[in-house]
């Protein structure tokens, strides 16, 4: 094996590369747009849900627990306040007009406090503390769950509210307190869990769709042929290949590290260093399935056509959005197959955790493991002639 | 390697696809210094032919040797080019840059390069092209700068795989000049063609026919064997005999 010649093979990889500008932007832009647009939708909290509220509850001696739990409501920047009928105005008809408006889609949720509410709530206090039956008190929230996000936000908002107030009034403290200690990742936001995940799934998306385009056509216009006949070898030629594209991944993450730190302050409290080492090992193991890809493609066409095999389990499986926890048990097994999956994990406990090598090398490994494999498969590949 | 033995030597070379046998029984012999004609029409087996002694494609049977070694070659690579029949140079590339890879591939030394690029585009006449995308070239240039990428290292043995298909009569003329040159030198060239009239040009001509060859000798002596005066109907009428 000469580097000579396997940089020989890169440096033209990348001359091509630079001639072509459009491919230049479809390498910078593309994890470009896609760091800035996950990290402006997914990473943004929920605000100004629309909500409207009718408040029957008549209180107990002048004191009413829905207006309370009402006004605390109306002071949430989750929410945002559309319709609130509160006692004297609220009537049946109104709380069938609010229901109505959750009907027709002008309001996520309708939050309606029954006459008697705070009546009840006072009673189930009093059954509690001198050891009766207890009968939990309703609120009741007509909810538009076609949205389990915003759903789920409602829910737990009308349930924050609800335990302030009962803090605030009665002293009503649970006896059980959560003491959580974080660990890892104190302050990390949605956009820190995610932007690993972008940083592998756009390395290894544009890595792949070059790779695989790039020996369809060394192959469709003989250039292949003509290389395999000089004394360059099979592994040196797939080496400078993935060097070059190895590279180009490593510039891709340069981009999406630096927009992450500096649009969305994302931490890095790990070694940036490091993450990059394993977005190459990413990027040549793709490239390399690629290649492998290409020899069954007869066209550029028919090898764009292996995208969205290779890519959908990759976003849905790998652990880029959502945890690993979440896959179905039945599809888990898979995720132990897709490379991007030791990526994102080792490049988030690296970025969030702060581990060093010591710690995530067995993640590394497979992908060394992944990229050597593919490589040698590759070289094996061109070896063998027809 | 004996200087006085064959540079390109196959023996019941033989090439198999799937209900096809596209070379059969093929015995070579070139000598050093020689300008060899495989000609025949379309699918007579010439190209793969060539690929097989280039080591592209491996012999179902026989066997080729190249500069005294068996092909697949190992040691003698270097001394070898190849021109294949599409024009199999980068696009993306300027011409410069195409010529200064092919020449990496052989680990020609930096400095040497430069100069050995210059030479070749001298030779194809794209001096003034050099730093110009290959994509933005006409066909006839990009076929110059295919051979100029086969001689970059300056090869000993030189396959051309129908060089001149596709090119106008001027430049036609010129490259054959240009192999006439490279032979004096003591290159040894073997080149396809399916354009009997300028295969007249080869010190020897093989013809091929369903991928055997039906005649070897000089232009000459083959269009007196059959009383013929040109290549065509000595061909056709070799060809008759083999069929009669």
Known sequence: MRLDRTLVVAKKTLRSLRHDRRTVAFVVLVPLLMIALFGYTFGGELKDVKVSIVDLDQGVLGNSLGKAISNDLANSSTLMIMEHYGPGQANASKADAAIGQVKDGKVWAAVVFEEGFSASVLEAIFNMTHGLPVEQAPIKVYLDSSNPNIAQAVSQEVQAAMQRVLVNQYHLVSPIVLDSEQVYGKGAEFIDFFAPGVMGLAAMMVTFMLSIVSFVHERSSFTLERVLTSPISEGEFVAGYALAFGLVGLAQSLVILTTAVLLFDVRIVGSPILVLLVIFLLAVGMQGLGFLLSSRAKSEFQAIQFLPLVLFPSILLAGVFWPLEAVPALLRPISNFIPLTYAVDACRSIMIRGWGIEKVWPSMLILTLFAAAMLALSAYGLKKRG | ?244
């Open chain 2, 1 to 244: 390697m004996d200087d006085d033995g064959p540079v390109i030597e196959t023996k019941g070379l033989r090439k198999e696809f799937p209900g096809l046998v596209a070379v059969d029984s093929l015995d070579l012999r070139v000598a050093r210094g020689t300008l060899y004609g495989l000609i025949g029409p379309n699918g007579s087996g010439k190209t793969t032919a060539i690929k097989v002694i280039v080591g592209l494609m491996r012999a179902s049977a026989g066997e080729a040797r190249v500069l005294g070694e068996r092909v697949p070659l190992r040691t003698n690579r270097h001394r070898l080019g190849y021109m294949p029949q599409d024009i199999a140079i980068y696009p993306d590339l300027t011409v410069r840059e195409n010529l200064e890879f092919f020449a990496g591939l052989y680990s020609i030394p930096k400095p040497r390069i430069g100069s050995r690029t210059e030479e070749v585009l001298k030779v194809v006449d794209l001096l003034d092209r050099k730093d110009g995308l290959v994509s933005q070239l006409s066909g006839g240039m990009r076929h110059r700068v295919s051979l100029a990428c086969a001689l970059v290292h300056d090869p000993e043995v030189l396959f051309l795989d129908e060089p001149t298909v596709g090119i106008d009569p001027e430049l036609r003329v010129g490259f054959w000049r240009f192999f006439q040159d490279l032979k004096s030198k003591g290159k040894t060239i073997v080149l396809t063609t399916h354009y009997m009239d300028e295969a007249v040009r080869c010190d020897v001509v093989g013809m091929m026919r369903g991928g055997r060859l039906i005649a070897e000798g000089t232009p000459s002596s083959l269009m007196t064997q059959t009383g013929r005066g040109n290549l065509e109907d000595a061909f056709l009428e070799f060809a008759g005999r083999v069929v009669a």
